[in-house]
């Protein structure tokens, strides 16, 4: 540990790697004592051109003209209780982002419980058991079904998960089953029994900007009663559209108060929320929830590509963005995977892509967020294993078929898996 005089002649760069410095050596300090060792911020726009708004490495509040530090938006979250960890589910630079940032928090504030967007409440027992170390790796993926529950690939998640059993940290399941979202969505809160609906609230009203963000999301959804026409905020579909995704945000604020009431009520202890960049964009989905619950000291945190149009980043996006480098795939994974993130489709049958990674396989096939997929291999897609496991066992260098529903068209598209380099 150094002492006092030494660290008052450090000067500390703004970027991320110069914080991994000071947990070494400040790791017992607090965000307060740590403020003096930043260089004062600096004027944005004169490092700056036109198309890079948030340089890689740096920190920037939306909508304003300046560069900010970790310390500073530290110090600043000192008085709140959550901060919440954008993503986007597929992308490997977003989870070594949160990994960074959560080792940075550990250091000044230990007091703390990860929440994870990607385990319903039904395997709360499970993650107690994973951070207890009574679990290897491969029980804990298959007790929590993350296959079949999640989906993505494990290992853009298991350095979080590590990290957090590593340090004793308690992880807390923030999600609600599937089910319960679907059955929502389709028919409305009110046609769930209450006895059914997994101690979930009626969820806030959303904000007419809420509805905003949501129609065009919703336009992405192939819907039993979606109507053939362009759709407005007062189709009776879409508000129940809204609500099954207010249901999400509101299950996942719900949980974060438990695990906030659960901890000492010690000014240190915090909660961090890992999920999806919309679930916190503009504060619509999880922050309103969180703030009609009666949490009010919420930190918003998301990760941004600087290749991403600057016209996004304007005021009230997030607390602040940290600039990455656009995700590349540099080492082939262990097994196949397409690098998609989808959602099965109970009633309809099939699968519904939500997301297509950057350089993936399934990018190259001409896959698109929106497809339905309907076969796999010739085989007919009513089950996630029914991917999964067809997917990890194609050997390289060979073609998968796969059969999309676009719209109202059926299309035939190849996946070509890369032949082993020599």
């Given at each position: 540990?150094?002492?006092?005089?030494?660290?008052?002649?450090?000067?500390?760069?703004?970027?991320?790697?110069?914080?991994?410095?000071?947990?070494?050596?400040?790791?017992?300090?607090?965000?307060?004592?740590?403020?003096?060792?930043?260089?004062?911020?600096?004027?944005?726009?004169?490092?700056?051109?036109?198309?890079?708004?948030?340089?890689?490495?740096?920190?920037v509040i939306p909508g304003k003209?300046?560069?900010?530090?970790?310390?500073?938006?530290?110090?600043?979250?000192?008085?709140?209780?959550?901060?919440?960890?954008?993503?986007?589910?597929?992308?490997?630079?977003?989870?070594?982002?949160?990994?960074?940032?959560?080792?940075?928090?550990?250091?000044?504030?230990?007091?703390?419980?990860?929440?994870?967007?990607?385990?319903?409440?039904?395997?709360?027992?499970?993650?107690?058991?994973?951070?207890?170390?009574?679990?290897?790796?491969?029980?804990?993926?298959?007790?929590?079904?993350?296959?079949?529950?999640?989906?993505?690939?494990?290992?853009?998640?298991?350095?979080?998960?590590?990290?957090?059993?590593?340090?004793?940290?308690?992880?807390?399941?923030?999600?609600?089953?599937?089910?319960?979202?679907?059955?929502?969505?389709e028919k409305g809160f009110d046609?769930?029994?209450?006895?059914?609906?997994?101690?979930?609230?009626?969820?806030?009203?959303?904000?007419?900007?809420?509805?905003?963000?949501?129609?065009?999301?919703?336009?992405?959804?192939?819907?039993?009663?979606?109507?053939?026409?362009?759709?407005?905020?007062?189709?009776?579909?879409?508000?129940?559209?809204?609500?099954?995704?207010?249901?999400?945000?509101?299950?996942?604020?719900?949980?974060?108060?438990?695990?906030?009431?659960?901890?000492?009520?010690?000014?240190?202890?915090?909660?961090?929320?890992?999920?999806?960049?919309?679930?916190?964009?503009?504060?619509?989905?999880?922050?309103?929830?969180?703030?009609?619950?009666?949490?009010?000291?919420?930190?918003?945190?998301?990760?941004?590509?600087?290749?991403?149009?600057?016209?996004?980043?304007?005021?009230?996006?997030?607390?602040?963005?940290?600039?990455?480098?656009p995700q590349n795939i540099e080492?082939?994974?262990?097994?196949?995977?397409?690098?998609?993130?989808?959602?099965?489709?109970?009633?309809?049958?099939?699968?519904?892509?939500?997301?297509?990674?950057?350089?993936?396989?399934?990018?190259?096939?001409?896959?698109?967020?929106?497809?339905?997929?309907?076969?796999?291999?010739?085989?007919?897609?009513?089950?996630?294993?029914?991917?999964?496991?067809?997917?990890?066992?194609?050997?390289?260098?060979?073609?998968?078929?796969?059969?999309?529903?676009?719209?109202?068209?059926?299309?035939?598209?190849?996946?070509?898996?890369?032949?082993?380099?020599?």
């Amino acid at each position: 540990m150094t002492n006092n005089k030494n660290k008052h002649k450090l000067q500390i760069n703004l970027s991320m790697s110069a914080w991994f410095v000071l947990i070494v050596v400040l790791s017992s300090t607090t965000f307060a004592e740590i403020i003096p060792l930043i260089k004062p911020t600096q004027n944005l726009q004169a490092t700056l051109s036109a198309k890079q708004c948030v340089p890689v490495a740096n920190w920037v509040i939306p909508g304003k003209s300046l560069k900010t530090s970790f310390t500073e938006i530290a110090s600043r979250a000192n008085q709140h209780s959550v901060i919440l960890l954008g993503e986007t589910h597929v992308n490997r630079e977003h989870h070594r982002w949160q990994l960074q940032i959560l080792a940075a928090l550990h250091a000044v504030r230990p007091d703390m419980v990860i929440g994870f967007e990607m385990f319903p409440r039904s395997t709360q027992k499970v993650l107690d058991q994973w951070i207890a170390g009574e679990l290897s790796e491969a029980d804990f993926l298959h007790k929590t079904n993350w296959n079949s529950v999640w989906g993505t690939d494990a290992s853009l998640y298991l350095p979080l998960f590590h990290f957090a059993r590593m340090n004793r940290i308690p992880m807390r399941a923030l999600n609600i089953d599937s089910e319960l979202r679907k059955r929502v969505s389709e028919k409305g809160f009110d046609s769930v029994p209450e006895n059914e609906r997994e101690g979930v609230t009626r969820p806030a009203p959303p904000s007419p900007a809420y509805l905003d963000f949501l129609l065009p999301i919703y336009e992405l959804h192939d819907r039993k009663h979606k109507q053939q026409s362009k759709s407005n905020k007062y189709d009776p579909d879409f508000l129940r559209f809204v609500v099954g995704q207010q249901l999400w945000d509101r299950a996942m604020a719900q949980e974060i108060k438990v695990a906030l009431d659960l901890l000492d009520k010690r000014k240190s202890s915090l909660v961090v929320g890992i999920m999806g960049t919309g679930h916190i964009l503009h504060g619509f989905g999880v922050p309103h929830q969180l703030k009609d619950l009666g949490v009010n000291g919420v930190t918003a945190l998301i990760p941004w590509d600087t290749n991403k149009s600057c016209k996004q980043l304007t005021n009230g996006y997030a607390d602040a963005v940290f600039g990455l480098t656009p995700q590349n795939i540099e080492v082939p994974p262990s097994f196949q995977r397409l690098g998609i993130r989808y959602e099965m489709m109970v009633e309809q049958g099939g699968a519904r892509v939500m997301e297509v990674e950057k350089a993936s396989i399934a990018e190259s096939a001409g896959l698109l967020t929106g497809d339905i997929i309907r076969e796999i291999a010739g085989g007919a897609v009513k089950d996630t294993n029914d991917i999964v496991t067809v997917v990890k066992r194609q050997a390289p260098g060979t073609w998968l078929p796969i059969s999309v529903e676009r719209g109202k068209e059926l299309k035939q598209i190849i996946a070509k898996f890369p032949a082993l380099a020599k």
